[in-house]
């Protein structure tokens, strides 16, 4: 494995797994949870080292347990999770620092953890005062080391200035869409300029042809989902790619032994 190092000063995988759908009945984002930690048991034994998760996805709990069963040790875990902000249908959301401060504490019990690697705000919700108040509460649990990196998820260059000029301590990373036709590339450039470390979400969903990127591949005897993957690494983005299956969850960790060129780099 790989890593990147964030502003705090900790290092975080390159390469994590994404869970939205874990846990759920039908392999399904929105299908009903059941709590199962199969998904988590089997891309701890594929290698992974980094879950991310959110309260939204209902699966938190799932996520620590699996964690737990698996034997592997809390302290070999690097976790993400997300404070729910925007609730779909809901366009009047007004987040306050006491939301903030029960959201995390609810996030530590289900996760069963004492300590959380790095925790997002999930979405912008539009409101850069009540943003900058929420933020405050996540800097301090920061600066008592129960949250060891902050960032936010969703950010758009103009969601981040007001930010970044209301903090004392900067997000340490940007979780955004990252994938083929859809690279985001200002958003990332912005981040890597200000020390935010961009994560790619979705990064092997999308519509664009994966034929030429396949071609890639096949010079490197790499599948297009690997080839997408290489590319977040060599941009210095972090990327949680997230599978149902044992063999596409090693798959997708087998991207540090070839290197994409410049041209090829421009061509995906
Ligand atoms: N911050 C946000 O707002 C936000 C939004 C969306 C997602 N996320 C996070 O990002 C994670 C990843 O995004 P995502 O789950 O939407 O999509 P994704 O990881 O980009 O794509 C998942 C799909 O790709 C397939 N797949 C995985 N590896 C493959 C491989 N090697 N070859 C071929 N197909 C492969 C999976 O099928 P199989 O199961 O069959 O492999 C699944 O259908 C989420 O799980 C979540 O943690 C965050």
């Known amino acids: 494995m790989e890593y990147f190092r964030l502003a705090s000063g900790i290092e975080i995988p390159a390469v994590g797994s994404g869970t939205n759908s874990f846990a759920k009945v039908k392999d ?3 299908s009903t949870y059941d709590g199962h930690t199969d998904e988590v048991i089997s891309a701890i034994r594929a290698g992974y080292r980094f879950f991310d998760t959110a ?3 209902g699966n938190e709990e799932a996520i620590g347990n699996g964690i737990i069963e698996s034997r592997i040790g809390r302290e070999n875990i690097f976790i993400s999770t997300k404070m729910r902000t925007r609730i779909m249908g809901q366009d009047t959301a007004s987040w ?9 504490e609810r996030s530590l019990a289900k996760l069963k953890t004492e300590y959380i690697d790095l925790y997002l705000i999930h979405m912008p919700w539009g409101n850069d005062r009540e943003t900058a108040e929420v933020w405050k509460v996540l800097e301090d649990y920061f600066e008592r080391g129960v949250l060891r990196a902050i960032g936010v998820s969703n950010f758009t260059i103009d969601d981040l200035r007001p ?3 209301s903090c004392r301590i900067r997000p340490m990373v940007d979780q955004i869409k990252i994938a083929p036709g859809r690279w985001n590339e200002d958003t990332v450039t912005f981040c890597q300029y200000n020390g935010i470390v961009p994560m790619a979400w ?6 664009t042809d994966r034929e030429p990127i396949q071609a890639i591949g096949d010079r490197y005897g790499k599948s297009w989902a690997q080839v997408v993957l290489r590319r977040d690494f060599q941009n210095g983005i972090v990327t949680i790619p997230k599978s149902h299956s044992f063999q596409h969850q090693k798959d997708n960790l087998e991207i540090f032994d070839f290197e994409l060129t410049e041209e090829e780099l421009r061509r995906i």
């Open 28 to 30: 399904e984002v929105g």
């Open 55 to 57: 309260e939204s996805y």
């Open 96 to 104: 306050k620092p006491e939301d903030a401060v029960s959201a995390i």
């Open 163 to 165: 930010l970044m000029d």
């Open 202 to 207: 979705g990064p092997l969903n999308f519509d």
